[in-house]
């Protein structure tokens, strides 16, 4: 059974940082791109990074490039979002999501509970 | 970048009726969209890939159709459990973009 269970969401200051953590199960985590979905509190869904399969091909959002950085681990089958220089719009459900092949032009098929990042002072 | 306009953003149904939600792409993505829908204080769930395949263990009800650059969901009976809203997403062109959602409602 796929599970994506995501960690590492809190309170944290205008300008301060934050990691997020996705531990993956179920799957060949090498074989599946991955992404960060967000959604902010009442509104919709917003892509914010992706990463390949094979953790060469790091992409984001133009609403926070600058600011994070995804990356993978493999070998601990998990994914990370670095986040700095946090702003108050940054405030949302952070979602951890799978893609159905290696690379990110493809649909997301499971998707994890979330993580809520909070900005305020 | 293209951006994806769904509509309407709130559509009224009785449970037993036909609900059909439309999606529509700023520019052609040929077939690559999928279907979510997500329940309050739920993850988003896939629904259909490929503009018309269900994922798996989604009930029949759910179809979708288009290509190019209009797209419908359709829920041919809701169900109770069918009330959420829906979202669509293209995946054809960088980055991948969700329409700002559809909430199906109770009438």
């Known amino acids: 059974e796929v599970q994506l269970s995501e960690s590492g969401g809190g309170l944290v200051q205008p300008g301060g940082s934050l990691r997020l953590s996705c531990v993956a199960s179920?799957?060949?985590?090498?074989?599946?791109?991955m992404s960060w979905v967000r959604q902010a509190p009442g509104k919709g869904l917003e892509w914010v990074s992706g990463?390949?399969?094979?953790?060469?091909?790091?992409s984001y959002a133009d609403s926070v490039k600058g600011r994070v950085s995804i990356s993978r681990d493999s070998s601990k089958n998990t994914l990370f979002l670095q986040m700095n220089s946090l702003r108050a719009e940054d405030t949302a459900v952070y979602y951890c999501?799978?893609?159905?092949?290696?690379?990110?032009?493809?649909?997301?098929?499971?998707w994890g509970q979330g993580t809520l990042v909070t900005v305020s002072s | 970048e293209i951006v994806m306009t769904q509509s309407p953003d709130t559509l009224s149904v009785s449970p037993g009726e036909r609900a059909t939600l439309s999606c529509r792409a700023s520019?052609?993505?040929?077939?690559?969209l999928a279907w979510y829908q997500q329940k309050p204080g739920q993850a988003p769930r896939l629904l259909i890939s490929?503009?018309?395949t269900r994922a798996t263990g989604v009930p029949a009800r759910f179809s979708g159709s288009g290509s190019g650059t209009e797209f419908t969901l359709t829920i041919s009976s809701l169900q109770s459990e069918d009330f959420a809203v829906y979202y669509c997403?293209?995946?054809?062109?960088?980055?991948?973009?969700f329409g700002q959602g559809t909430k199906v409602e109770i009438k």
């Open positions: 999501a799978r893609h159905n092949s290696g690379w990110f032009l493809s649909f997301l098929d499971f």
């Open positions: 490929g503009a018309s």
């Open positions: 990463i390949s399969g094979s953790g060469r091909a790091p």
């Open positions: 179920g799957f060949t985590f090498s074989n599946h791109a």
């Open positions: 997403q293209q995946y054809n062109n960088w980055p991948p973009a």
């Open positions: 520019q052609t993505i040929n077939s690559n």
